[in-house]
């Protein structure tokens, strides 16, 4: 059924700056063609464009309008009378949970963070401790993950101890793998315009150069306990900044000595900082047996050993646990 709402403008000929220019791709009717929109909507409460367009899910871009946007959505728009550049956020994203907690590893380890964590992903690592994230989810639209993060900063937002360089809390997008799913791109740029820090945990397996610079990249580097080092995406590295990081997750003294040959192959320590994190043991109900196997004949290395190693070595790596197991049960969620 065609949204009345939505007209064109030699049929209604508003001239009341209502009327919506075509920018990038397709307006809502598909046609690319110029639109008028009726503010009056079918719930019989008149709301402002703004309100009415959030609610069919189109987000503020800019305010004032800008004439040009680098737009990874499906449109943009102007309304002259509200004077706000609007994008259309792609329906929905699969969501496994959304929760606020403290983060619990990389640089970043101990500030409060809003965990935005998204279903599905395309490896398997013998070591995975979230893999009730490939495949349980909600669809749910991306003006209700705003409007729940906006919730749960609230709090935040409020404080009169906010720090001015990084406001609290951080925003990280996790999974699963978050990158599979492509929608979730226009929101954590949207995030980054309103001013949070926003953070992105990826494997390494797929292409981050289309993320927002904004967005500080935590990338793996499979090491190969995981099953899954042969997978990893060299290209990638060319895309990180210093403001990034590459996280090793090593298990075994395989593990090790690949870490730091290719620390040394592509002079990493030169590119981001780098994390050594250890493999804690999953717990006997979080093996899931999708999972892959650790390849025959490595050797296990305990957390005492792999730091006496970094040491030794005097590798200029950070080594980390997982705060957060250590505060609540290891296999507890949302946390």
Known sequence: MEDNRW??????????????????????????????????????TVLSVAEELNAIGWIVLSN??????????????????????????????TVNEVYLSIQGESTWAGLPCIFVRLTACNL??????????????????TSEILQRIEELAAPYKQSTLQHSNTPLPLI??????????????????????????????????LDISQLDPRVRRIMDLKCPSSGESHRMRWENLPHLKTTDEIKF??????????????????????????LFSWVAPLLPHQRDKSLKQVPEGQTPITRKDLVEKIVADALPVRFQLQMHKFIWPPDQKGV
């Open 64 to 93: 004032p309008p800008v004439r040009s946007l680098n737009c990874q959505a499906d449109s943009c728009l102007c309304i002259g009378a509200d004077g706000a550049t609007f994008c259309q956020v792609s329906d929905t994203l």
């Open 172 to 205: 990280e997008f996790t999974g699963g793998e978050p990158l599979l799913q492509k929608n979730a791109l226009p929101l954590m740029r949207e995030l980054c315009d309103r001013g949070l820090t926003v953070l992105v945990e990826t494997s390494g397996a």
């Open 249 to 274: 997750v090593i298990g075994t003294q395989e593990d090790y000595d690949w870490a730091k040959t290719k620390m040394a192959e592509h002079n990493l320590a030169q590119v981001c900082p780098l």
């Open 7 to 44: 007209c064109h403008p030699p049929v209604c000929g508003q001239r009341d700056g209502h009327h919506l220019g075509k920018r990038d791709g397709k307006l809502p009717d598909q046609r690319g063609q110029d639109l008028c929109y009726n503010p009056e909507p079918h719930r019989g």
């Open 124 to 141: 398997r690592c013998s070591y995975c401790d979230t893999a009730y994230a490939f495949t349980e989810g909600e669809k749910t639209a």
